[in-house]
């Protein structure tokens, strides 16, 4: 090797940092990976369990309604049942994003208990409560989570949700009631379908496909648009009401969130705005469905493809027949409809809106 080159490596590799210049970071210290069995998630300093009696509930208001949830799940659970909620909601779930880390915490009551791998023999009644705590001194908690299960051996059964939470995006609130009988409504052979009738406010619901020789029409019509500044960014309490009042209110609730839907889909469908348009692919999957621009979704002068008029004509016909099939089923049934949701978590109406006081 030349004395020059000797003297570059020298430079290169021995020679001090110039003035000025920052030193190379230090790397980055990783954490030990957990030991079997270990609990790694204790490092956030979130408990195992919580007295529901004691959450840090951002909101006064949501820790009232929370803890009279509480105490009618205890009423309504038989001392028969299988599983009882005790004082404490054990662990259920973590889970971490832009809010930070956070465990949800879970109360079960079970007439007949469930297992993992199949749900429980029928008659059975399930009410599951739950609140999320997040990482804090204390640490606080923004909403909860009621379900409950209504399922008789024969005849209506129904199935409760209701959540809500206030954190830094605003408030968010949803509802679904979701009924279910084996003979007027049969299982569909569409396993991604939802087996019963949904009702609540924004659940109503139609969605089907068509294909042609170039494109995969996919329609999706709800009852209300949802997102900032759409019926689940306000509070539903009221309306969630009406479906317990009594069972002309929950006719009258029913009937108009499927007008709603109906509507929607006369407007959605028949123009073609509501079509989701993909390109066929390949058999091989080699060539995958690409989207494709919708020119009624995009406005005047927008670019893109037109769902065929005939296809538009077939979807609004089936979609207005399962409409119609559906509010066909409240008007002659709505009093069992409204027996199997009050028999599902009795008073859950008046507790999330109190009768304002005279």
């Known amino acids: 090797m030349s004395r020059s ?19 190379p970071p230090a790397p980055v210290p990783r954490p030990a ?19 529901p009696q004691k959450v840090a509930f951002a909101r006064p208001a949501v820790r009232e309604t929370f803890l009279k949830l509480d105490a009618a799940a205890r009423k309504v659970a038989g001392a028969d049942w299988a599983k009882r909620a005790g004082d404490r909601y054990p662990y259920f779930t973590w889970n971490g994003g832009s809010d930070g880390f956070n465990q949800t915490y879970a109360g079960a009551w079970e007439k007949v208990a469930s297992t993992d791998r199949a749900a429980a023999a029928r008659p059975n009644h399930a009410i599951h409560l739950s609140t999320t705590l997040y990482t804090g001194k204390p640490p606080p908690a923004y909403g909860f989570e009621v379900r409950s299960n209504w ?10 949700e209701f959540s809500t939470s206030e954190m830094k995006s605003g408030l968010y609130e949803s509802f679904r009631l979701t009924l279910r009988h084996d003979d007027l409504l049969p299982a569909p052979r569409d396993a991604l379908s939802v087996h019963g ?12 496909s068509r294909t042609d020789d170039f494109y995969v029409y996919r329609f999706k019509v709800s009852s209300r648009a949802g997102g900032v500044g759409g019926f689940d960014r306000k509070p539903i309490g009221r309306e969630v009401a009406r479906y317990w009042a009594s069972a002309d ?68 016909k089936e ?21 199997a949701t009050v028999a599902a978590f009795p008073g859950l109406g008046e507790i999330l809106s109190p009768p304002e006081k005279k």
């Open 197 to 208: 009738l949904l009702l609540g406010p924004g659940q109503g619901w139609f969605s089907a």
């Open 5 to 23: 080159a000797v003297l570059l490596v020298l430079f290169v590799v021995g020679s001090p940092a110039p003035a000025g210049a920052s030193p």
């Open 249 to 316: 209110a929950f006719r009258e609730a029913a009937l108009e969130e499927l007008d709603r839907l109906e509507a929607n889909a006369k407007d959605g469908i028949a123009s073609g705005k509501l079509a989701e348009i993909t390109t066929k692919g390949g058999p091989t999957g080699a060539d995958a469905p690409r989207p494709v621009p919708n020119r009624a979704a995009g406005g005047p002068g927008a670019a893109g493809a037109v769902v065929p008029e005939a296809i538009r004509k077939a979807v609004l």
């Open 33 to 51: 990976p957990p030991e079997p069995g270990e609990n790694w998630r204790a490092g956030f300093g979130l408990p195992e369990e919580i007295d």
């Open 319 to 339: 979609a207005l027949a399962d409409i119609d099939g559906q509010k066909k089923l409240v008007r002659e049934h709505y009093k069992d409809m409204h027996a």
């Open 151 to 160: 399922s008789p051996k024969t005849g209506w059964g129904a199935a409760v």
